[in-house]
């Protein structure tokens, strides 16, 4: 192969694995909006109901009173482009992308008392010097 054909499969070969997501998180939450999510969930649905639209919280925890707060997380990544440099993905790597977190606070009847939904921008850095 010349030179030339080789950088270019090159660049082609990066961009193909660039374009590659990484996700994590409860798939529920994946094609949710804010408003899609408050059409699903009202106050006093239970938690059986709410285990029914979007399966186990990621992490449970209480308020000082008692009160249940489930959180739902969904995040989805890509490489840097960073990662396809040679000897240099191995000091500075990682990855980026957006991150949906939905937290469900249950009263003491373990109904919806409220909810939110909330979108971010994240980062994960992975190479020696992150």
Known sequence: ?????????????????????????????RDETSASVDAKLSKGMTQTEVRGLFGDPISLSFTDGGKEIWRYRFDLLQPKAVN??????????????????????FNDEQLVEKHTMANSAIEVNTGLLD
């Open 84 to 105: 396809f440099i040679p000897y240099v993905n191995l000091v500075k790597s990682g990855q980026e992308g957006k991150r949906k977190e939905l937290v469900i606070l």
């Open 1 to 29: 192969m010349p030179d030339v054909t080789k950088i270019v499969f090159a660049i082609l070969v990066c961009a193909g694995l660039a374009a590659c997501g990484t996700t994590a998180g409860n798939e529920s939450l």
